[in-house]
């Protein structure tokens, strides 16, 4: 469970509480508002923060997502992001699937106020809303915690064995599609695709939001950061091998180079 | 729901606001210990208990289920009670069934300190568990309630709301996507990226199939189109936009190169 900006130190204990309600321990959070470790979240989780362990802070929610496989967004409000809609239900049993793979799964929450924000949403393979009433749609942080917590431990103990549509695949963890995000967008920049500034975190989201439908494997990704090395590489005709081995892209080079140049 | 001997007036407002969030709208209230109506009720529930309509009050738990046809009562604590004890799935599955069938359903909730006593669970068809970490098993009331909620609906509603997110979309042509592979692998030829020949159409194939998964939009297919044409061009500070706006490429050019570059 990674919470980002979440404002109200006692929101964080009564989420922390009803994580390990349902035996959940990896609690991570991304710049919480009134700092930590916190007080009022260690009295408002009413001993659940010292069972808990480890919470781990964050500065990016990159960071915070680097090693997992999977990761779903929360949200209430509909978003004009391209991105598959799942239900609590829906999400909770993929994770199971995928743990059973020895993947790991995050969920993404949002600060009290508004949520999370649309950068977070991107990063996340699918946006999880709980159906609810909708004359009457607005849940708490912890709340919203609880639920997912429920349909997890719901769904692990009634052992029911759930098998999910993209399992067999060694996805990859979500650093790494950070990485290639973040080589692309710097070619962008200086290919001059990125513009006007003002658009640029727009487009920046589209582009993410392309990627992260597909669900890459490790091994896609690999490949695509190969391909934006290749295709900002001078064509071969132009450059000798030897000249351009010398500087030292650390991937993409392709194995014929040699014998095509020389 | 029926509240038996609840203490805060505001643990009152959170449940009757987690009941309306799933659209529940029946709330009885036995011998609440800080009286009714209750002004720190209506403020903790955020404006559901306007909503609720009336609140039924009674002296009696007897009372409060008289025109109810099943009653189940939630406990945490395992009593020596020979009683079916169902989870809140089995609980809500049997529910909906019996209110097709024109039955009308209650679940009994103690109060904060010590939940219902053994007179009240003995009312009861059958006891209701949340199935939690024994370790860490006490949830409150609002969350209980939450949770009932939740399945309820969840049960009820059949929910897989929207998937609708990617089919609303504006899937490309498939010519549009096959337009998109034919220019990237030219450029991947050209930088010497799909080599050796032997292995060229497996590579092929599977970046194919990678851009294939993300069930792209016309809109991102020109989006990749223009990505791969501007990754190939010279970074922008070598070739003055004249220049390169001269060599002519069919599609591609960001809209802002000109603004950018002259």
Redesign the interface.
């Known amino acids: 469970m990674i919470l980002v900006s979440p404002q109200l130190g006692e929101n964080v204990g009564t989420a922390a509480?009803?994580m390990?309600?349902?035996?959940l321990t990896d609690l991570r959070l991304v710049r919480p508002r009134d700092g930590w470790p916190n007080a009022y979240a260690v009295k408002a989780s009413?001993?659940?923060m010292e069972?808990l362990g480890r919470v781990r802070l964050f500065d990016r929610t990159e960071d915070a997502i680097a090693d997992l496989e999977r990761v779903y967004a929360t949200t209430a409000r509909h978003r004009d992001?391209?991105?598959?809609?799942?239900?609590p239900?829906?999400a909770m049993a993929q994770a199971r699937g995928l743990e059973q793979e020895g993947a790991r799964v995050g969920i993404l929450f949002g600060g009290e106020r508004s949520g999370l924000n649309n950068d977070d949403v991107t990063l996340a393979h699918a946006?999880l809303?709980?159906?609810?009433?909708p004359?009457?749609?607005?849940?708490n942080l912890?709340?919203a915690v609880?639920?997912m917590g429920?349909e997890y431990?719901?769904q692990t103990?009634?052992a029911e064995p759930h098998v999910a549509a993209v399992l067999e695949k060694d996805l990859a963890p979500a650093g790494e599609l950070v990485g290639f995000f973040e080589q692309?967008e710097a070619?962008?920049d200086?290919?001059?695709?990125?513009?006007?500034p003002e658009?640029r975190p727009a487009?920046v989201r589209?582009?993410r939001n392309?990627?992260q439908?597909?669900?890459?494997t490790l091994q896609?990704v690999r490949?695509?950061r190969?391909?934006?090395t290749?295709?900002?590489?001078?064509?071969?005709e132009r450059v000798p091998y030897k000249q351009r081995a010398s500087r030292g892209g650390k991937s993409?080079v392709?194995?014929?180079?040699a014998e095509?140049?020389t």
Do not use: C, W
């Open positions: 509480r009803a390990l309600n349902f035996g009413s001993g659940a069972q992001i391209i991105k598959p809609t799942v239900t239900q829906t946006i809303t709980v159906p609810v009433n004359a009457f749609a607005s849940i912890a709340q609880l639920l429920y431990f719901r103990t009634n692309l070619e962008l200086t290919h001059n695709f990125l513009y006007p658009k487009m589209n582009i392309l990627f439908r597909a669900e890459l896609e490949t695509l190969g391909i934006v290749a295709l900002v590489r001078p064509p071969r993409g392709a194995p014929g180079d095509s140049d």
